[in-house]
C-alpha cells in the first residue's frame, strides 16, 4: 500500500476498481507474472506509475505465509556455467512473483553452510544448492530439512541424501569426453582432475570407463589434480612427463582454458600434438586462440529445470517423492581435438 500525493492510501482494489480489472489481475501484474495481457499490463503499469503505488510485502508474506524468496547457493559466480544456471532459475522464478537472492560459496564448505543459515534465517521458501560439501557428508542437508525448507541439489548429486537433483550425469561426461580423445587418434590420455567434491568422482569413473572399454591401461601418473591456478600446472606435469600426455580431458572449461596455455607455452600443436577438452560448454570456448571442444552441460537448463521443480515443492502442495532429472551432456567438438 502507497499514498497517491493528493489523496489517501492507494490500494491494489482501488486501482482495479478504477480499470474496471480484477484485484487479482493487478496483483499478477505488479507481481511480474507473465499470464496478463499486453493492453491490461500496461494500463495497470502506467496507472501504478502514476500513483507511485509500491507493495506491501509483509503484508502480502504475512496473508500467504511466504517471503516469496529462494535462495540459489553456487561455489563460483564468476565460472559462466554457473552464471547461466542463475540466468535459467530467475527466468523462471520471477513471473511467478519471486526474488532470489544468490550466494557464492566460494567453493568453501564452511562458507557455504554459513551462507545456508543465513538464508534459513531469512526464512526462504526454498533452496537451489550447487553443494561444495565433500562426498559423503549430509549434514548441511538434514539441517535444511530439519527446518522444513525444501530445496533442490543441481550439478553436484549427493546419494545419501533423498533430495530432488537436476544435473547432467557425471560418469556420464567423463567418458563422452575421453571417448572422444580415443576416437581422434590419442593414446596417452591424461585426465586433470578438480577439487574433492562430488563432480570429481563421477568425471574420473568415466574416463577409467572409458579407458577400459578401449582395452587402454589406467596409469596414476596420467591422473593430476588440478590446483589454484585450475590446470596449468597440471597440464605441465602431463606434458613434462616421458613420454608425455597426447591427450588432455579436464575436469572443466576454465581447467581446460589454462591446459591450452600450458601446451602452447610448451611449443607444441593443438591439436597435432596435444588434444584438449573441457566440459561445461562455457560461454568463451569458441571464442578462444584455439576453440575449445568440450561437453555441454546444458546450464540454462538446469538453472529452469530446477526452479520448476522447487515450485513444486514450495507451500502447502501435498510433497512427492524427491524428482530426479537427468540433463543428457552432449559432445561440442572445436579445434582443440579435431584432427
Known amino acids: 500500500m502507497s499514498r497517491d500525493a493528493n489523496g489517501p492510501p492507494v490500494r ?81 522464478m520471477r513471473p511467478r512473483g519471486y526474488d532470489v537472492v544468490i550466494c557464492n560459496s566460494e567453493e568453501d564448505a564452511a562458507l557455504e553452510r554459513s551462507e545456508v543459515e543465513h538464508l534459513l534465517s531469512r526464512q526462504v521458501d526454498g533452496l537451489i544448492l550447487a553443494s561444495s ?20 541439489l543441481i550439478d553436484r548429486r549427493f546419494p545419501e541424501t533423498k533430495a530432488a537433483y537436476v544435473g547432467a550425469e557425471n560418469r556420464e561426461i567423463g567418458r563422452l569426453a575421453t571417448e572422444h580423445l580415443i576416437e581422434q587418434g590419442a593414446k596417452r590420455i591424461g585426465h586433470i582432475a578438480g577439487p574433492r567434491i562430488a563432480t570429481r568422482l563421477g568425471r574420473l569413473e568415466g574416463y577409467r570407463a572409458a579407458l577400459a572399454a578401449h582395452n587402454i591401461e589406467y596409469r596414476d601418473e596420467l591422473v593430476v589434480e588440478g590446483s589454484a591456478d585450475e590446470g596449468y600446472a597440471a597440464a605441465r606435469q602431463l606434458l613434462a612427463l616421458n613420454p608425455r600426455a597426447d591427450g588432455i580431458v579436464c575436469f572443466n572449461d576454465p581447467y581446460a582454458v589454462n591446459a591450452l596455455k600450458a601446451v602452447i607455452e610448451a611449443g607444441l600443436r593443438i591439436p597435432e600434438d596435444v588434444k584438449v577438452i573441457g566440459a ?3 560461454h568463451y ?3 578462444l586462440r584455439v576453440p575449445l571442444s568440450t561437453i555441454d552441460q546444458k546450464s540454462t537448463l538446469t538453472g529452469e529445470q530446477a526452479a520448476e521443480i522447487l515450485l513444486g515443492m514450495i507451500g502447502p502442495k501435498k510433497r512427492k517423492a524427491p524428482k530426479i532429472v537427468r540433463i543428457k551432456p552432449e559432445l561440442v567438438v572445436r579445434e582443440s581435438t579435431r584432427s
Open 285 to 287: 570456448s569458441d571464442l
Open 133 to 152: 560439501q565433500f562426498p559423503g557428508e549430509d549434514g548441511l542437508f538434514r539441517r535444511i530439512e530439519a527446518r522444513g525448507t525444501p530445496y533442490v
Open 12 to 92: 491494489l482494489k482501488d486501482i482495479a476498481e478504477e480499470l474496471n480489472v480484477s484485484v487479482m489481475t493487478v496483483s499478477k501484474v505488479v507481481r511480474g507474472q507473465t499470464d496478463v495481457s499486453e493492453a491490461t499490463r500496461k494500463r495497470v503499469l502506467d496507472r501504478v506509475r502514476e500513483l507511485n503505488y509500491q507493495p506491501n510485502w509483509i503484508a502480502r508474506s504475512l496473508a500467504a505465509r511466504q517471503t516469496f524468496i529462494i535462495g540459489l547457493v553456487v561455489p563460483d559466480l564468476m565460472h559462466s556455467f554457473f552464471a547461466e544456471v542463475a540466468k535459467g532459475v530467475t527466468r523462471k
Open 280 to 282: 561445461g560448454n562455457v
